[in-house]
């Protein structure tokens, strides 16, 4: 019993680290599919599923001439 209780505590406090590692991966493995993209992403394409592939944006370089 003290083995099951172990086990089912382990895969209950490692599911949200688990649920991160084995997110789909879109455009080149750089984006990911979710519901929705976040603030700082953007839509770069469709997955399966209705879901949408989203990457994070890449701050503007401002050159020294400015």
Known sequence: ???FLF???LLFLLA???NAFFDEKCFKLNGRCVNS???HEELVALCQKSLKCCL???PCLK???D
């Open 1 to 3: 019993m003290r083995t």
């Open 16 to 18: 949200p680290a688990r």
């Open 37 to 39: 993209c976040l603030k």
């Open 7 to 9: 086990v089912f505590a």
């Open 56 to 58: 994070t944006r890449q």
């Open 63 to 65: 050159s020294k001439d």
